[in-house]
């Protein structure tokens, strides 16, 4: 079976299934490929939430991306009339001089991000669920929020589909090859599809056997996430409506970071290590 298309998703993931959902409202002819099922918990970035925030600690580079996703998010949620965005605001907690309260206002302030700062006793009567410390601040981002991963997932898979694009899950791609001023793929199941342009998403997995040359420049990782539930009787201080999506840097430099419970697969508080 030859087929010919504009682009080639290889990977739908949250990463690919974003890549054929703004390719599909572009191009005529697109095609994303997944060697799973639409549904599964395989992905590298695979998860029932996230956090999106703007007030980035780690610098204003970031800024001209987070502001189009901004925009993309909230596009999405309206198309899909899906509701994928939790507007838990954004609390961001460390010592007064710390890099993620520092940069946190560094970037606020360049980006003229809405944000507020609160020291310790003011931040323990708006948190009453976080354990803050005499020497610590709050960088407060109204505007951050948490975001329905997997629903948000099936949502630009869904709408790119409505506009045009062809899926295929199931069947790994073994291999790429140039085909005169594009793309020849070879999938497992002996299929053949042409392409102007590909795009890889394929996570961990793109060493295996589709890119094995990036083996000694990746070295994938397996991140720890947690989930914990609120003593009986001490829930509220951990609802949507008290407890923010939130980064908090320990003192021996250790950065976690947490979302609330906004879907029911992930019924208990959501706790990670940032940089771990």
Known sequence: MNRSYDVIVIGLGIMGAAALWRVASKCTRSL???ASGPSHCHG????ASRIFRRAYWEGEKYLQLLNHADLLWKELEQVTQ???LFRTGGVFIGDKSSRIVSGSIETAKKGKIEHEVWIA???RKH???FNIQDEMAVVYEPGAYAISASEARLAMLNDAVLNGAFTEFGNNVVKLEKHGTGVRVTTKSGCIYFAG???VTTGPWITTNLMP?????????????YWFKPKAGCETPFS????PIFLYERQDGGLLYGVPSIVSNEPDVKIGFHNR
């Open 240 to 243: 949507q409506e008290q407890f």
């Open 44 to 47: 590298s970035s695979h998860g």
């Open 121 to 123: 006793s003011d931040a």
């Open 82 to 84: 899906r509701h994928l």
């Open 32 to 34: 994303g490929i997944d």
């Open 197 to 199: 342009s590909v795009i």
């Open 213 to 225: 040359e990036l083996t000694r420049f990746l070295e994938p990782r397996r991140v720890p996430i």
């Open 127 to 129: 948190l009453p669920a």
